[in-house]
């Protein structure tokens, strides 16, 4: 544990003031280093008062999106996984991917404030503005066969509409999944998801993935760009209660892990099913050089979506790209066309 960690740690489970003579003679260490370790803890967002023969008191802490109060709300969880939380980065899952390559163990967490190359499907970009979002990515070391390493982007989906219910209390209804790996809310999109895998071709499993997750807790200053606009939105319309970060980010992770000890069971797949934003929808998808279009009849329990032709056959789909019909979300959020 490092210094800073320890200085905080005393801090919480004091009260009243504690010296800095107090901090140095219990954790072993100079009075200078107690100071520096008050320092960084205060440029990381703790509110610590400081005082002539009074030492130093904590004041505000839980607001903090940090590893410890973070697992403060994960039980068991917290004391097997490895959080590490950064103010900036450029992909949170190209980080992960790094931290894979070195050997890092499974069940390392690197959170974000802010990303400046967030990473989206098919080669695109995800929009991270600083503090309006939470950025997290997941080193995995799956077991199973590629094929169903394909679970943990939809056992993620799940979790994050879980948690986004959590946190919101569900005013807005409850959260729904675009299949395959977006989460919607109050007919917006409010949360990505990314899973990069690399194959070990000797057993043909994965030798590690990287499950990344992106929500919109709030508007960015100025809004969305004219691009995402349309379709983008975000838990709250302004700053939520103290402490909703921290608890969005623990629940999620809950979630996930919760599924992922029995994925190739699928047991979140009824729950899936259950808050597809799709089905009874129409929409239009690519095959080939064909722009086709049918009536989504659900999901099967391999996640792959039903879609209903014209003609009445139905076709089914593992992967690809499908698009909502115009007009469809704005109606269910009742705007004016």
């Not at 929009?127 to 169903?148: D, M």
């Amino acid at each position: 544990m490092k210094l800073w960690e320890q200085v905080l740690d005393c801090l919480e489970h004091t009260q009243g003031d504690l010296s800095g003579q107090e901090l140095a003679q219990r954790l072993g260490v100079s009075r200078n280093g107690v100071w520096r370790a008050v320092n960084k803890l205060k440029s990381m967002g703790y509110e610590i008062e400081a005082g002539t023969n009074r030492g130093y008191r904590l004041v505000s802490g839980s607001d903090v999106l940090s590893p410890e109060n973070i697992r403060r709300q994960l039980g068991e969880l917290g004391s097997s996984i490895a959080l590490e939380v950064r103010d900036s980065v450029d992909s949170t899952n190209t980080l992960v991917k790094h931290l894979a390559e070195q050997g890092g163990r499974e069940g390392m967490v690197v959170i974000a404030q802010h990303q400046t190359a967030g990473k989206g499907r098919l080669g695109r970009s995800f929009y991270s503005p600083k503090g309006t979002g939470l950025y997290l990515s997941i080193l995995l070391r799956p077991k199973f066969s590629a094929q169903e390493a394909l679970s943990i982007t939809t056992a993620a989906a799940v979790a994050v509409a879980e948690a986004v219910d959590q946190v919101t209390g569900k005013e807005g209804g409850e959260a729904k999944i675009k299949w395959v790996n977006d989460v919607y809310y109050q007919y917006r999109k409010v949360c990505g998801i990314l899973t990069e895998a690399s194959i070990d071709f000797e057993t043909g499993g994965p030798h590690y993935a990287v499950l990344g997750i992106g929500v919109n807790l709030t508007l960015p200053s100025g809004g969305f760009g004219p691009d995402i606009a349309p379709v983008a939105g975000a838990l709250f319309p302004q700053a939520p209660a103290p402490g909703t970060k921290t608890e969005l980010a623990a629940a999620i992770l809950s979630g996930f892990f919760r599924y992922y000890q029995d994925l190739p069971q699928r047991s979140y797949m009824k729950e899936y099913q259950r808050r597809s934003l799709l089905t009874g929808v129409e929409i239009t998808f690519q095959e080939g050089e064909d722009l086709r279009e049918g009536l989504v009849t659900g999901v099967d329990d391999q996640a792959r979506l039903l879609v209903r032709l014209p003609g009445g056959e139905t076709k089914v789909f593992s992967a690809g790209e499908v698009n909502i019909k115009k007009d469809f979300l704005a109606r269910m959020r009742g705007e004016d066309l």
